[in-house]
């Protein structure tokens, strides 16, 4: 593990610590505060009581005045209300009782003879208030009055409880918040220390990635976070940049404000680019172009934005390098086609010299056939070395340049009209080169038997696509046709039309030979 992760580890740790005393000492000040809540409500209940029962001891004393009797005492007493465990009595002053409530009336002796209340009656106090246990163990508040100037003790007295009976409930009330407060507490602070440890955890796998750099930011610039790979592209380590400004490390100056206006923007409510290409500098001052992809966290106040970075320049580099690879290569494209061609005239050439010195008109025939069939081939090479692409050539180029070359040495006076309809399109030149030297054939075949001589004619010529699997190549001519034993067994056409069948099975064509009057043929070949 490295020092950073450790050190995030010992932050992680030390701030779940901190929230952890935070929160004891609030429950623990929540807990003083409800402790003191309940003391005062307390004090105040039992001052209530205190009163009640006062005012009950000076009502006996006021009755003591007007009493005959004490049988008329012991009515007075026992009219009094009962709430509670309440009780009233009257004794002499040595504590003898002389009246009292009927209520438990068995015990009351035992309970006005406690030691607390025989202290009071042989004490110089006239009034006190004690808290005695009761003779039931249950705590009463007692209020007692001595009467000197008629030897008489009144007291009243009541169960504390009857004082707090709300209190169990305010108690269990406020327990039961107390309770709550502290489960949803712990649970906040295990949701939170879940959701530290997956944010650590995240960080660790984002620091792994070495090969993008990812930072993160306040909108006002001031870096939070900064990986291992941002250290590699910008020079500057994550202790150098953490917590200062991003835009006076890797910002180049005059770039200041538009860094920041994005930033806002993006922070904004608005709508704003989630990617822009910017020209930054390192720690050395060299430019560096990346692409800059941001992620918003808006659910955090200040929001934060993470950047990934793309560093362009290599891309750019490698981009410059291939076009130059691909500049060579067709400069060498150029000069092969180019040589190919020029070997082909000179073969060519060659053959028509040698074909115009042979007495044998039938080997000096032949020798022609062969020119016309390199010629068709030297206009191929001619096509893809004036084309930008050495893969496609253009069938209308094509057919037209071979058109021309075949006219001009089989037809110099233009004694056959040829009426030809190409449709344009770019075709491996693979795929044309097998229905140029058929055309090559037809051509040749139809100077030689269809106008042989001065004898002038038509023909016409149609290439095109049925549809976009199917290549089309249509010839016809006005002359006399095929004999009948080309039409029916492809026999007596000599090597031309041997060659032509061959060439179509190579394309996998249809191949089509009729009389219409003129002969013709249609070649129906897939495009790949």
């Given amino acids: 593990m490295s020092d950073t992760t450790n050190c995030e580890t010992i932050v992680t740790f030390v701030s779940s610590a901190t929230r952890t005393r935070y929160f004891v000492g609030f429950m623990l000040l929540l807990a003083g505060l409800l402790l003191a809540d309940l003391y005062r409500y307390r004090q105040h209940r039992l001052e209530v009581l205190k009163n009640r029962l006062t005012l009950a001891a000076d009502f006996l004393e006021h009755t003591l005045a007007d009493a005959d009797d004490f049988g008329a005492l012991q009515r007075v007493v026992e009219q009094l209300p009962r709430t509670g465990m309440s009780i009233y009595g009257i004794t002499d002053a040595t504590g003898k009782v002389l009246a009292r409530h009927p209520f438990q009336a068995d015990a009351v002796d035992r309970y006005v003879n406690d030691r607390q209340l025989a202290e009071f009656v042989a004490g110089p106090e006239l009034v006190a208030d004690l808290i005695l246990p009761g003779f039931d163990h249950v705590p009463r508040y007692v209020h007692i009055k001595k009467l000197p100037q008629i030897g008489f003790i009144v007291y009243s007295a009541d169960t504390v409880d009857s004082a707090l009976g709300s209190m169990s409930q305010r108690i269990l009330m406020l327990g039961l918040l107390y309770v709550l407060i502290l489960v949803g507490g712990i649970g906040l602070l295990r949701a939170q220390n879940r959701l530290e440890k997956s944010e ?7 620091d792994t990635i070495d090969d993008i750099p990812i930072q993160g930011y306040y909108a006002d610039g001031t870096v939070l976070y900064w990986n291992k790979a941002s250290e590699t592209l910008y020079g500057w380590t994550a202790d150098e940049v953490v917590g200062r400004n991003a835009y006076d490390l890797v910002v180049p100056e005059d770039m200041r404000a538009d860094v920041a206006a994005q930033a806002e923007a993006f922070a904004g409510p608005g709508e704003s680019a989630t990617s822009r290409v910017w020209t930054l500098k390192n720690r050395a001052g060299e430019r560096v172009t990346v692409k800059s992809h941001y992620i918003l966290i808006d659910d955090r106040e200040p929001k934060e934005i993470y950047n990934l970075d793309v560093h362009l320049d290599p891309l750019i580099e490698a981009r410059m390098r291939i076009e130059q690879l691909l500049e060579a290569k067709n400069m060498l494209l150029r000069e092969v086609h180019h040589r190919i061609k020029n070997n082909m005239t000179t073969i060519s050439s060659l053959l028509y010299l040698q074909a ?27 096509t893809l070395y004036r084309s930008e692409n050495f893969l496609e050539v253009s069938t209308r180029t094509y057919f037209s340049d071979l058109l021309g070359q075949i006219g001009s040495t ?27 030297m058929m055309l090559n054939e037809w051509l040749t075949n139809m100077y030689k038997y269809a106008f042989p001589g001065d004898k002038s004619g038509s023909a016409s010529l149609r290439f095109g696509f049925p549809n976009e699997h199917t290549m089309r190549l249509e010839f016809r001519d006005d002359g006399p046709g095929f004999p009948d034993n080309v039409l029916n067994d492809h026999t007596g056409g000599g090597f031309g039309l041997l060659l032509v069948h061959m060439l179509a099975e190579q394309l996998g064509a249809e191949l089509v030979l009729e009389n219409t009057p003129g002969a013709g043929f249609r070649v129906t070949a897939p495009i790949g």
């Fill in 410 to 436: 089989l037809d110099p006076t233009g004694r056959v009209r040829i009426e030809a309809d190409i449709e344009d399109r770019l075709l491996d030149s693979k795929r044309l080169l097998p229905l140029g």
């Fill in 200 to 206: 650590s955890r995240l960080r660790r796998i984002i």
């Fill in 356 to 382: 115009d010195a042979m007495d044998d008109r039938k080997a000096a025939t032949a020798l022609l056939d062969a020119q016309g069939r390199i010629t068709n081939m030297m206009t191929l090479y001619n």
